[in-house]
């Protein structure tokens, strides 16, 4: 008899927690949701962020709200996403290649890529580009090339944060033409387009999509880009492929959350996130800021997946630049 009681007194507490669960999760979410960005505000990162951030918000009825935590090489943001409450409340920019290869670079951080977080999605590719001050010596990439291996070391080369995508873009290019560059991180676009613009660096380095209105105002020249193929609104600009060097990379953009928010949360998140990529509204205002030929969507298992696989590349990479 006693028995029985216990038993029945545990199914009726199961039922109440499994009903207070659902309960929990059918309402979420129900407050601000802050959004992490690793870099300064300016640059496309950062832009689409703020405009997919917008269309969610219409969707999911709640405010998001971004904050900015530049610096250590994306590492202040991601420390702070991956040490958030996984509560679905909180998400963050993590963009390729920094967040692969921090971790291989700096010991003592406070996470891991396998283990510290869960990708939302992937929103984006944008394939690095280098870009020069349009009265620059450097016509084409074989000028730059010649003044690199003349005089090496001496050509300033304005990134993101080291281990970022233009620092790896920088590295390929140095093995694969034989040259040494002078590697310049900043934290973001906007720091790279004032310093090149400016004439305080010699090269600037970054994803197209953030050069490609400069280019064609013609206050800046394109000597090449790594991406596969040419894009339609520069289409004068050559890939690295074309000209006979084997350089091909650039920034995956998406978005993630800490480790352990509930699959429900993420799964939410990552079908909103598709939603927005594929509603007219968004696609017509990517168009108009430029960043819709950038647009290539992974779901977040798949963009974990990849970036799992990616990080062991550069891992191998990077000991071998070493």
Known sequence: MVFRKILLWALVIGMFLNFFLIGALATYP???????????????????????????EKKLGVNIVLKYLPGAGGSIAYTALALSPPDGYTMGTTNTMSFVTNEINTEGLAYTL???????????????????????????????????KENPGTISWGGTMLGGAHHIHALILEREAGIKLNYIPFDGLSEIKTAILGGHIDVGASGMSGWTELI?????????????????????????????????????????????????????????????????????????LGIAHTLDYLSGADYYAYLLKLQGNMREFLKKSD
């Open 30 to 56: 129900d407050k601000d949701i802050t959004f992490f960005v690793h870099v300064s505000p300016g640059g496309t990162t950062d832009l689409t962020a703020r405009t997919v951030a917008k269309h969610m």
């Open 114 to 148: 396998k283990d510290s977080f869960t990708p939302i999605a992937q929103v984006v590719f944008d394939p690095s580009g280098c870009v020069v001050p349009a009265d620059s010596p450097f016509k084409t990439l074989d000028d730059l090339i010649k003044a690199a």
């Open 216 to 288: 064609n105002e013609g206050k800046l020249r394109s000597l090449a880009f790594a991406g596969i193929n040419r894009i339609d609104a520069i289409p004068d600009v050559p890939t690295y492929t074309e000209l006979g060097y084997a350089v091909q990379t650039g920034s995956n953009r998406g978005y993630s959350v800490a480790s352990g928010t509930p699959k429900e949360r993420v799964d939410l998140l990552t079908n909103t996130i598709k939603e927005v990529l594929e509603s007219p509204e968004f696609l017509a205002e990517a168009e108009k």
